[in-house]
């Protein structure tokens, strides 16, 4: 069964810090997507990347970036020059495969509460 | 450019009484997913629809809750006789036909479902 832990629940930083979200996934697909959103305190889900399985390489977005590991599992989630704006709970989720009829279920983690203080 | 519209964003329901949520997926999208957030917890996957089709409805509850998503008009989430523990967000998602290498899934803003 697939499962996403981000173990970290809540973090705190002070604008400008930079912050790494981690998450850490276990399938036993050798073809997945793992994802980011971001819901904000007014509660919608936003997207923010999707990587699959065959695709190891980082990204970057601004200054958001993304580093995907497969020998570790991990999908870590770096803010650099924190905002108070990025305030959010961020969710890493996971997505084995394709489903009967071309969609996909994704399985999340708890989430993590980041606060970011002037 | 539309993104995924639900409605109500918040609903309010009496113990026993039915709530009706509405997703409208985005344009060009076919597959159409509920998920519910409870307090403090990640989402959980219900029900993945197309078009007149249920095709994974895995995550649904077996009682009071059931979904569908017509030939026209929106996909609906009904829960019947709404009990405390119903109260969640429930998020409606959609994504484009598949092209072989999965898609991005697009969230709507949720629909706060408050039982008292």
């Known amino acids: 069964a697939q499962k996403v832990t981000q173990a970290q629940t809540e973090i705190s930083v002070v604008e400008k810090e930079d912050v790494t979200l981690d998450c850490v996934y276990e399938?036993?697909?050798?073809?997945?997507?793992l994802f980011w959103y971001k819901q904000p305190p007014s509660g919608e889900l936003v997207f923010l990347i999707r990587?699959?399985?065959?695709?190891?390489q980082n990204e970057i977005i601004g200054r958001y970036s993304w580093n995907f590991q497969k020998s570790t599992s991990s999908f870590n989630f770096t803010i650099t020059a924190s905002q108070v704006v990025d305030s959010a709970v961020y969710f890493c989720?996971?997505?084995?495969?394709?489903?009967?009829?071309?969609?996909?279920?994704?399985?999340f983690g708890t989430g993590t509460q980041l606060k970011v203080e002037l | 450019n539309a993104g995924v519209m639900q409605n109500p964003r918040h609903l309010v329901r009496r113990r026993g009484q039915e709530a009706r949520l509405r997703c409208s997926p985005m344009?060009?999208?076919?597959?159409v997913y509920w998920y519910r957030q409870l307090p403090e917890e990640g989402l959980k996957f219900m029900v993945y629809?197309?078009?007149?089709?249920?095709?994974?409805e895995s995550g649904m509850p077996k009682e009071r809750f059931s979904a569908e998503f017509p030939k026209e008009g929106p996909s609906i989430l009904r829960i019947q006789q709404v009990v405390r523990g119903d109260s969640a967000a429930y998020f409606c998602?959609?994504?484009?036909?598949?092209?072989?290498?999965?898609?991005?899934?697009?969230f709507g803003e949720g629909s706060w479902l408050t039982v008292v």
């Open positions: 998602a959609s994504s484009p036909p598949d092209r072989g290498f999965g898609n991005t899934i697009y």
């Open positions: 989720a996971l997505s084995e495969g394709v489903l009967t009829g071309g969609g996909n279920k994704l399985t």
């Open positions: 344009k060009g999208h076919s597959h």
């Open positions: 629809l197309q078009k007149e089709n249920i095709i994974d």
């Open positions: 990587r699959n399985s065959f695709d190891e």
């Open positions: 399938t036993r697909d050798t073809t997945y997507y």
